[in-house]
């Protein structure tokens, strides 16, 4: 049943030409654009044989795992252990598939907070399609700083960053990119409760958290928590490299941010 809204004439008339209609939508079988980056493999990512060089042998930690897929892809890989961490215990189907290829002993789940774990026990962090969800980006910053002996490394990969034309996560009800750039915040999630009963009536209510994170905003974050920049690399939208090299239009042809950064002391 469809959410009661009031909507104004202008908030009625943006939906009539930028929306899908709220019930009975076909959702088509199509590439995503938030999320281009989603079903590829770490080693796809950050180079096959980069990710797997850095994690032979190593304590692992993968941060916002998820259902802990990547964490039975690194510990294939040759990790000595692997610690999935996140708010949601998903974790039973990965935990069954472990016992099954013989690595349980390698890998452990939680749902502990960062701040719960003790500094410097790992080797490699891994932070997957989370970065512009964190509430506090700079807090997990630092708390993975914390956890990293010296010289540890920490790999990144989320997109679409906020200037991306979806960056704003609404492509199940806007037909047309930048809705998120154009309309207020509260025009768009106003028309939002027509397909979403959650409550949200701010991006960083939705379901994940959005935080508006933005290429710069990230590469101000790494230097203010005392990370190292190994390697940044952007991932542009259908092959538009030569934006991605221009430092304004990077923002809005970027569709994944890549990267890897070093906790100095090594």
């Not at 959702?27 to 989603?38: S, V």
């Not at 990790?79 to 708010?87: M, N």
């Not at 003790?118 to 700083?145: C, G, R, T, W």
């Given at each position: 049943m469809q959410n009661k809204v009031n909507l104004s004439p202008i908030e009625k008339l943006i939906m009539r030409l930028f929306c899908y209609p709220p019930q009975g939508r076909i959702?088509?079988?199509?590439?995503?654009?938030?999320?281009?980056?989603?079903?590829?493999?770490?080693?796809?990512i950050f180079g096959e044989n980069n990710f797997r060089k850095a994690v032979n042998g190593k304590?692992?930690?993968?941060?916002?795992?998820?259902?802990?897929?990547?964490?039975?892809?690194?510990?294939?890989?040759?990790?000595?252990?692997?610690?999935?961490?996140?708010?949601?215990?998903?974790?039973?189907?990965?935990?069954?598939?472990?016992?099954?290829?013989?690595?349980?002993e390698k890998i452990t789940f939680s749902t502990k907070l960062l701040k719960e774990i003790?500094?410097?026990?790992?080797?490699?962090?891994?932070?997957?399609?989370?970065?512009?969800?964190?509430?506090?980006?700079?807090?997990?910053?630092?708390?993975?700083?914390r956890l990293l002996k010296p010289g540890g490394k920490f790999f990144i990969t989320f997109g679409p960053p906020w200037f991306h034309p979806y960056?704003?996560?609404?492509?199940?009800?806007?037909?047309?990119?930048?809705?998120?750039?154009?309309?207020?915040?509260?025009?768009?999630?106003?028309?939002?409760?027509?397909?979403?009963?959650?409550?949200?009536?701010?991006?960083?209510?939705?379901?994940?958290?959005?935080n508006k994170m933005t290429i710069r905003k990230f590469q101000q974050l790494l230097v203010k928590t005392g990370f190292r920049k190994e390697k940044i690399w952007l991932k542009p939208i259908r092959h538009l490299d030569i934006m991605t090299k221009l430092p304004i239009m990077r923002e809005f042809f970027t569709s994944t941010v890549n990267a890897i950064i070093v906790k100095p002391g090594l």
């Open positions: 959702t088509k079988n199509i590439e995503n654009p938030e999320r281009q980056c989603e079903e590829s493999n770490l080693g796809t304590v692992v930690m993968d941060i916002g795992c998820g259902n802990g897929e990547d964490v039975i892809q690194i510990a294939l890989m040759g990790a000595d252990k692997v610690l999935g961490v996140d708010i949601r215990n998903l974790f039973d189907t990965s935990q069954k598939k472990a016992e099954m290829l013989g690595i349980s003790p500094p410097e026990i790992i080797d490699v962090a891994l932070s997957k399609n989370s970065f512009e969800h964190y509430d506090n980006p700079e807090e997990i910053l630092l708390d993975v700083h960056g704003g996560h609404m492509s199940f009800m806007f037909k047309y990119p930048y809705p998120h750039l154009i309309f207020r915040e509260r025009t768009v999630m106003k028309i939002r409760c027509l397909y979403k009963n959650d409550g949200a009536s701010k991006y960083r209510e939705v379901e994940g958290g959005l």
